[in-house]
């Protein structure tokens, strides 16, 4: 039997869409079901909710047809797919409204390193004398921006795909080198080691080709453009 193809239609101005993610995302880790959030925001969502005349979310789409309309708890979901088998472990899921956390983290270290790369220009530089542009260059597009890309592109791409993602492990691996790797090169430059400044970037370069390996299936398989 073929896996059942499970869409939940939701909105950002859900109450309960969130929940109801948090169910079917439980759900789908433990059944062997093609599982996919669709976003009324999106021409999918809304082309969705036209053929099937759904008027309310969240709203369950079980194989092209409409199986329930509100929150299901993880027992009535479980029902709708009684015959679906158990889902062989995997590291790969797809996203929906919430932020994962990896994807979460990610944005935090964003922040962060921005703030650090603000600190930098006034201490490092106007009060102790010396120049720190580089160092703050550093921590703005190694720290904010390759972090905020992380977070932001693992969350949307997925989304707008329709297809899964690698994420867990390969996430935090790859997060652990990005930071290494600011880290080190930043200290390099700040203390003028430059075998240290070399192996940072070679880390940053190892975490974003970890997160080009990620990505790419996405980028080069068909967007998925309606229920099936």
Do not use: K, N
Not at 67 to 81: D, P, T, Y
Request: with cysteine; hydrophobic share 50%; aromatic share 8%.
């Amino acid at each position: 039997m073929s896996a059942h193809r499970v869409e939940l239609l939701v909105s950002e101005w859900c109450p309960s869409c969130h929940q109801a993610e948090q169910v079917w995302q439980t759900v789908a880790g433990e059944r062997a079901i093609d599982f996919a959030v669709v976003d009324m925001g999106q021409t999918e969502g809304r082309e969705l909710a036209r053929r099937l005349r759904i008027r309310s979310v969240p709203a369950t789409i079980i194989d092209g047809e409409l199986a329930g309309v509100g929150m299901q708890s993880r027992e009535q979901a479980l029902a709708l797919i009684a015959d679906a088998p158990e889902r062989a472990a995997s590291a790969t899921r797809h996203v929906g409204l919430g932020l994962a956390t990896t994807s979460r983290a990610a944005i935090a270290a964003a922040v962060i390193y921005l703030t650090l790369a603000g600190l930098v220009l006034p201490f490092g530089g106007l009060l102790a004398g010396t120049p720190a542009y580089p160092e703050a260059l550093h921590l703005f597009t190694l720290g904010f921006l390759t972090f905020f890309l992380y977070g932001l592109g693992e969350h949307m791409l997925p989304r707008f795909t329709g297809h899964p993602l690698p994420m867990g492990r390969w996430s935090w691996l790859q997060q652990g080198l990005a930071h290494a790797g600011v880290l080190a090169f930043a200290a390099g430059h700040l203390g003028a080691w430059p075998g240290l400044a070399m192996v940072g970037s070679t880390l940053a370069w190892a975490a974003l080709a970890l997160y080009t390996i990620r990505l790419a299936p996405l980028l080069v398989r068909a967007p998925q453009t309606g229920p099936w």
